[in-house]
C-alpha cells in the first residue's frame, strides 16, 4: 500500500483537500457544530449521538436524538432519569443493550464528577463506549488526534488505497492507511470530513469521483475498481429461530387491557416491556407453551425480525384472561398501547395481534 502522489500532495495534502470541502459542504446534523462556528461542541451531545449512531442511520436517529435531549438536556438529567423513561424512550431504535449501557455510563460520568474523559483511555472505560466510539469522541468532542474508522472511513479508505483484502480481513490495513493520512490538527472535523465524504460522494453503488475533492490521490479511481471496494468476504447466514408471543387480554370497550411483561435483566431486548413470550432466544426456540391455561387461539400473524446474530419468526396467540394466576407484569390499556415503549418486535406484534383480533372475541 502506497500513497499516490499524483500532484505533488500525499497525506497532508489529502487532509487539506478533504477538510477545505468540508469547510463548504459539511452536512447539517442537530449534534454537530459547524466548521468555522467558534462554538465548542457539548461532549455529552457527541456521546449521545455517538451511541445512538452505532449500527443506525442519521435518518434513524435524528427524532430520538432531538427527543432525548428535550427531555435530559444534560447528562446528569439523563443519569436521573428511571430506567423505564429511558427505555421507553428509546423504543424502536434498536440494539436495546446500547439503551442500558446508556444509562450506565450517564451515571458513571455523573458519578465522578459530571465531565467527560477527554482521552480516548479513558472514554473506552465507560460502559457502552468501544474503540470506535472513543475515537470518535475523543476527536469530536475533545479534538484529540484519534483514528476513527466507521462504514464510511472504511469504504472511502478501500478505495482511496486500494485494498483489494476483503474485510473484515483488511480492517488492521485499513486502519494504518487511515493513521497515515489522519492530521495532526482538525482531527475531529477530518473524522466527520470522511464520514460526510462516504455518506455523500464515495456512496456504496456510485462513487461521485468526478465531484471528489481527493480524486487525484485516489488509487481506486485510477484503477477503475472503485465500485467494487471494499471487497466484502460472504457472511454465513443467520441462524432462523421460531417463537410465541402472547396476547392475554382482560376487559371490554374502552376498559380492555393487555398483559405486559418486563423482559428478563438479561438477554435480548433485557429489561424492555413486552408481550410474554415462549423463551426463544439467540441460541433456540421457544417452547411455544403459553403462560398460562386458557382458549388460546392461534392469529393468522406472525413477525420475523431480524437480530444481529439470527432471525426470529415468532407467532401469536391470543387469549381472553378467565381468572386464573398471570405472569408477573402490568395490564396495559389496550387503546393505549402505542405508549408502552415496546421494542420493534413486539410494537409489531401488537399490531399483528389487534389485526387479527380487533374486538378480543374469543
Ligand atoms: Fe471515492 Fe471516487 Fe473519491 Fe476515490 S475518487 S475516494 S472512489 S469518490
Not at 221 to 227: D, N
Not at 297 to 321: D, I, N, Y
Amino acid at each position: 500500500m502506497t500513497l499516490s502522489d499524483k500532484d505533488g500532495g500525499g497525506a497532508g495534502a489529502i487532509a487539506r483537500l478533504l477538510l477545505r470541502w468540508y469547510d463548504d459542504h459539511a452536512r447539517s446534523l442537530p449534534w454537530r457544530i459547524a466548521p468555522g462556528s467558534g462554538e465548542s461542541p457539548d461532549p455529552y451531545r457527541v456521546w449521545l449521538s455517538e451511541i445512538m449512531l452505532q449500527q443506525t442511520t442519521v435518518a434513524a436517529v435524528a427524532p430520538y436524538f432531538a427527543e432525548f435531549t428535550r427531555r435530559w438536556p444534560t447528562v446528569a438529567d439523563l443519569a436521573a432519569a428511571p430506567d423505564e423513561d429511558v427505555l421507553a424512550a428509546w423504543a424502536g431504535l434498536g440494539y436495546y443493550a446500547r439503551a442500558r449501557n446508556l444509562i450506565a455510563c450517564a451515571r458513571e460520568v455523573v458519578a465522578a464528577g459530571g465531565v467527560f474523559p477527554d482521552t480516548e483511555e479513558g472514554l473506552r472505560a465507560l460502559p457502552g463506549v468501544g474503540a470506535y466510539t472513543a475515537a470518535a469522541i475523543a476527536a469530536i468532542a475533545f479534538g484529540r488526534r484519534a483514528v476513527v474508522v466507521d462504514a464510511n472511513v472504511e469504504r472511502v479508505v478501500s478505495r482511496l488505497f486500494a485494498i483489494r483484502t476483503p474485510l473484515p480481513a483488511s480492517k488492521p490495513e485499513i486502519r494504518t492507511a487511515t493513521d497515515a493520512i489522519t492530521p495532526e490538527d482538525r482531527a475531529g472535523d477530518f473524522a466527520q470530513a470522511m464520514m460526510d465524504l462516504g455518506a455523500r460522494v464515495c456512496t456504496v453503488r456510485e462513487p461521485a469521483c468526478l465531484i471528489c475533492p481527493i480524486a487525484n490521490h485516489c488509487d481506486a479511481r485510477e484503477q477503475g475498481i472503485a465500485a467494487i471496494l471494499p471487497a466484502k468476504t460472504p457472511k454465513k447466514p443467520r441462524p432462523e429461530r421460531t417463537g410465541t408471543a402472547f396476547w392475554i387480554e382482560r376487559g371490554e370497550g374502552d376498559a380492555r387491557e393487555v398483559l405486559l411483561v418486563s423482559r428478563p435483566a438479561k438477554g435480548m431486548l433485557a429489561g424492555m416491556r413486552a408481550l410474554p413470550s415462549d423463551g426463544w432466544s439467540a441460541r433456540g426456540d421457544g417452547d411455544g407453551v403459553p403462560p398460562v391455561n386458557a382458549h388460546w387461539q392461534v392469529l393468522e400473524a406472525s413477525v420475523t425480525h431480524g437480530f444481529t446474530h439470527f432471525t426470529l419468526t415468532m407467532q401469536l396467540m391470543a387469549a381472553r384472561h378467565d381468572g386464573g394466576d398471570v405472569p408477573e407484569g402490568e395490564w396495559w390499556p389496550v387503546a393505549r398501547i402505542g405508549d408502552a415503549g415496546l421494542p420493534t418486535l413486539f410494537a409489531r406484534a401488537a399490531a399483528g395481534a389487534l389485526a387479527c383480533w380487533p374486538d378480543g372475541d374469543d
